[in-house]
């Protein structure tokens, strides 16, 4: 297949770009920075500035476009910054969708990332079809989610996939909590009992391959573990898993004064539910925050531990 992923220089395109290319995908990968990619050999650099609706020609029909475009939300949530994380997701959107309804051939699949910062931060458990909230996260996802509107009239299958934060060694959110706590500065984060919704980077990566390849897929799908934890469970399990103890407390005040608005990232609750996914007993490799955390953090302890859950 041809895949083309816009914003596929970052995170989780990396992880991506590698698990298509083993199965021997083509990619095209749209950056604005094409100097600073390493190229693999299945994969062509096209330059794309994220806002022009006519990409420069590419060498075969698109069956897959995949939309990661987007600047990192982990900054000062200033009026400007704001403007800029939602600039830089609507833009591209917008872009690619229309280049999808004009080009000649249009691509079979269009897959949206989107966030679970979609739901109102509540401890009740959120499912697909459930409203949206109305914080700045959950006002961007909606509008995110909103410039795809057109391709329902299309033929092209659209699939938007509301991501949790994706656990990885070398990446956020895990990676500065992991350093910290292997550095005897584990701590609690405000009072604990806020749930955290989350995913392993197999699992999404996983899930991603089976919505290109499963046409029945389409619509909203939330794309997170199916077992949310209280924040007190993720850091105390890290803790154990790291032997080191977790005896630092970030009150809620503390984490307001030093982020802001964007506290709320990690002070809300995320309770979020995979329930499309598990009613199509989509079998989760890591559906468990210890084995999760123990692959990530101690792969070689992990190896005869994991076994499929749904
Ligand atoms: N990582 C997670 O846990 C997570 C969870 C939920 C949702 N998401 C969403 O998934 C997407 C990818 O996440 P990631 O962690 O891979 O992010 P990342 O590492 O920061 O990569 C984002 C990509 O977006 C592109 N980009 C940034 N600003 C842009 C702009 N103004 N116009 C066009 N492209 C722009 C960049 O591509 P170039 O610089 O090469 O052009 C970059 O490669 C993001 O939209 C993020 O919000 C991520």
Redesign the pocket.
């Known amino acids: 297949m041809h895949i083309l992923i816009a914003?596929?220089?970052?995170?989780?395109?990396s992880y991506l770009i590698k698990k298509c290319s083993s199965h021997g995908d083509q990619i095209t990968l749209l950056?604005?920075?094409p100097t600073k990619i390493d190229a693999q050999p299945s994969m062509k650099v096209v330059y794309w500035d994220?806002k022009t609706v006519k990409l420069p020609p590419l060498e075969k029909p698109v069956d897959v476009v995949i939309n990661?475009?987007?600047?990192?939300?982990a900054r000062r949530w200033s009026a400007q910054a704001k403007k800029q994380i939602h600039n830089?997701?609507i833009?591209?959107s917008k872009a690619l969708v229309k280049w999808c309804l004009e080009v000649e051939k249009g691509p079979k699949t269009f897959i949206q990332?989107s966030?679970i910062d979609y739901y109102d931060m509540t401890t009740m458990a959120c499912k697909e079809n459930d409203p949206a909230g109305n914080t700045f996260l959950a006002r961007l996802a909606k509008d995110w989610e909103a410039t795809t509107k057109p391709l329902d009239k299309s033929n092209t299958r659209l699939i938007i996939a509301r991501?949790?934060?994706?656990l990885a060694k070398t990446h956020p959110p895990l990676q500065p909590i992991l350093l910290s706590t292997q550095c005897f500065l584990g701590a609690m984060i405000g009072p604990g009992s806020q749930y955290f919704s989350w995913i392993h980077h197999e699992d999404f990566t996983t899930i991603i391959i089976k919505m290109i390849k499963e046409q029945s897929i389409r619509g909203t799908y939330n794309v997170c573990s199916p077992y949310p934890i209280p924040y007190a469970t993720f850091i105390k399990t890290l803790a154990t898993i790291c032997h080191r103890p977790a005896w630092l407390t970030m009150p809620s005040w503390l984490m307001k004064t030093l982020l802001g608005e964007m506290a709320s990232l990690v002070l809300d609750s995320r309770k979020v539910l995979p329930e499309k996914l598990l009613a199509a007993e989509h079998k989760f490799k890591y559906p468990e925050i210890q084995q999760a955390l123990t692959q990530i953090v101690k792969p070689e302890c992990s190896k005869n531990s994991t076994n499929n859950h749904s």
């Open positions: 914003g596929g220089s970052g995170f989780l395109g950056t604005r920075n994220g990661l475009c987007g600047l990192s939300i830089s997701r833009e591209p990332i966030g991501l949790a934060p994706v």
